[in-house]
């Protein structure tokens, strides 16, 4: 599994820059660059000033990741295979405002 580093401050599932799903999907099936790419399981909602994730898990630095960005080297049968992945978007408001910045054609 990838170590993954998520600056998506403002995602539910996000604590200290890490994740508390254990797998999280990756959008942009036709991506040619990682800004048509996006983390489709992002949901907006941790609070913010406390840096709290609002899920029952605890965040890993590894999470499984699915990807459906056909184009990326990383891909391998819509699985990631990078050792390392950075998720962006801080302050996004929906899955459409972050995006793969690890996405590399």
């Given at each position: ?21 254990e ?36 965040p ?10 056909e ?12 050792g ?22």
């Amino acid at each position: 599994m990838p170590i993954l580093n998520c600056t998506v401050t403002n995602c539910n599932y996000n604590k200290d820059r890490m994740c508390c799903k254990e797998q999280i999907n990756v959008e942009g099936n036709a991506a040619e660059d990682k800004t048509s790419t996006a983390c489709g399981s992002f949901k907006e909602g941790t609070d913010t000033y406390s840096n709290t994730c609002k899920c029952s898990s605890e965040p890993e630095r590894k999470t499984g990741i699915a990807c459906e960005a056909e184009k990326c080297t990383y891909n391998d049968n819509k699985n990631c295979t990078a050792g390392h992945v950075e998720i962006e978007g801080c302050n996004a408001k929906c899955c459409s405002e972050t995006m793969c910045a690890s996405f590399y054609k």
